[in-house]
């Protein structure tokens, strides 16, 4: 068994070496190049016929000896062979019969010795009709107009949405069923607040001062000690500056009879133990003595007690400590995603909407009623938030960027980005979302069906059917005509860099 092959002969011509090409039988061409004629030292020969081999779905394999022209074909991504088990074994004639073919060159067949004149005209005259043949089909192949298409494929960005669970419960296995993987992140924190308080009241500031006289009605001197409490009205008390003496009373004689008595007198001053207005007494408005010794003295002041002043001053009130608690949870409210951010970093996705807060205990600095221009109140919270996992929802944003392509485009690129992320429901242990996510998609660019839409077509209409197509963002059209061929092989697509055909 002999393999099909291509023989060529140092006249060969390119036209008839492609012609050749095309109708060879065999998926895998074989071109046997012998002496290395200088046709396929030629690149553009060499690029021509390997277009057109690539056109129908040939492997192009080139047998040669010749080191240049060996390296040349490897350069193009020609296939090459040094040697080849061939089946030499038959006769020529043999091998011609099983589709063997010579281009361009007489067929090597071995004349018989006693041949006739007849037979041997009847061969030349059959080979000179194929030559014939062979140049017109060659030349007709030739002035075909040809075409060049590069297309470029369409890029954009998807936007989707989808529906997904989350919960501490799932497993990566359940992303495929639309369930998030998630974890309840806790932490307990406290919170000191200062706020101005509001209430106000009058006090002392400055007590009132004044001086008293002390009666002595007794046959004995009464040393009264400092802070002696005297009482004026209203229960209103007063202390003693120091100690005084209050004399005897002194009885007055002429001729050894009794004619009057003078009671003791002393004066000494008094301030008021209570600071404020409220010391201030009017004259003779102070008549107690408190203990021992009223019994024994009397006193009252003849002039008023003055100088007591007052002052406003602030107090907490009840209302103060309900602003207090509502500022304390107001900031417990701001600084909660900030807390909780240090917890999630970035393995984790935070949602607010599923940031729970649980104040533990509040207390206050001062009491209701206490003297302060301030009131701190100090709040102790526990944090708590359920947040999925970062790498299963890029795996459930991937999955759902296949399932929302649209015809004729695939995803290009690995990166799909999260939009938004809305909680739709709660549950005990579960939440749902609603997540809109963008990827980058291209369109899918088929060289095969692009020359089916277009071959045979004038340039407008090919124009107007590629820009038709979803998956293509732009066309340039080459050609030599005013129509494109109507063979698809005439026509070559030319894909930008990087794009695959499929």
């Given amino acids: 068994m002999s393999i099909n092959k291509i023989r060529l002969s140092s006249d060969v011509k390119i036209e008839q070496l492609v012609k050749e090409i095309i109708n060879h039988p065999d998926h895998r061409v074989i071109i046997e190049a012998g002496e290395s004629p200088e046709i396929l030292k030629n690149e553009i020969n ?6 057109y081999a690539e056109e129908e779905d040939k492997e192009l394999i080139i047998k040669s000896n010749d080191p240049g022209l060996l390296s040349l ?8 062979l040094k040697e080849i088990e061939l089946d030499l ?7 011609f019969d099983e589709g063997e073919s010579q281009v361009a060159a007489t067929p090597e067949y071995e ?17 000179i009709l194929i030559l014939l043949f062979t140049l017109g089909l060659a030349l007709w192949f030739f002035i075909q107009p040809k075409a060049k298409v590069t297309v470029f494929p369409k890029y954009q960005d998807l936007q989707f949405t989808a529906s997904v669970k989350i919960s501490n419960l799932y497993k990566d296995e359940d992303i495929s069923r639309g369930g998030l993987p998630a974890r309840i992140l806790t932490k307990e924190a406290d919170i000191q607040v200062q ?17 008293v006289f002390f009666t002595n009605s007794t046959n004995q001197p009464v040393v009264l000690p400092k802070g002696t409490v005297l009482l004026g009205r209203n229960g209103v008390r007063f202390l003693t500056d120091k100690d005084v003496l209050v004399p005897q009373k002194s009885v007055k004689y002429e001729s050894g009879i009794e004619v009057g008595a003078a009671y003791g007198i002393a004066e000494v001053g008094v301030t008021a133990v209570q600071k404020g207005t409220v010391g201030n007494q009017p004259a003779r408005s102070i008549s107690r003595i408190e203990g ?26 009840l209302e103060d400590v309900k602003n207090g608690e509502a500022e304390a949870r107001r900031q417990m409210q701001l600084i909660g995603p900030d807390t909780v951010s240090a917890l999630i970093g970035g393995e984790h996705l935070y949602i607010p909407d599923l940031l729970k807060s649980e104040v533990i205990k509040i207390s206050y600095s001062q009491n209701i009623g206490s003297e302060s221009d301030v009131l701190q109140t100090n709040l102790d919270y526990r944090i708590s938030v359920l947040a999925p996992m970062r790498a299963s929802i890029n795996k459930f944003l991937a999955k759902q960027l296949d399932l929302n392509l649209p015809p004729h485009f695939l995803v290009a690129g690995d990166k799909v980005d999260l939009v938004t992320a809305t909680v739709t429901q709660t549950g005990a242990e579960w939440s749902e979302l609603k997540i809109e996510g963008k990827g980058r ?4 660019l088929n060289p095969q069906q692009i020359k089916d839409l277009i071959k045979g077509k ?3 209409e090919a124009k107007t059917i590629l820009l038709g197509r979803n998956e293509i963002a732009s066309a340039r059209i080459v050609t030599s005509g005013a129509k494109l061929p109507g063979y698809g092989f005439h026509i070559r697509v030319i894909l930008p860099d990087g794009v695959r055909p499929r």
């Fill in 46 to 51: 060499l690029r021509l016929i390997k277009f």
């Fill in 73 to 80: 074909a490897q350069r193009l991504g020609v296939s090459t």
């Fill in 89 to 95: 074994s038959q006769s020529k004639y043999e091998a």
């Fill in 111 to 127: 004349k018989p010795v006693k041949e006739g004149f007849s037979r041997w005209r009847g061969q030349w005259i059959t080979a």
């Fill in 195 to 211: 706020t101005i308080t509001t209430g106000k009241k009058t006090v002392g500031m400055v007590p009132a001062v004044g001086k």
């Fill in 292 to 317: 021992k010794f009223q019994r024994l003295l009397k006193v009252t002041n003849p002039a008023p007690i003055m100088n007591g002043t007052d002052k406003k001053v602030s107090v907490v009130t």
């Fill in 441 to 444: 998609i291209r369109g899918v």
């Fill in 458 to 460: 004038s340039l407008d």
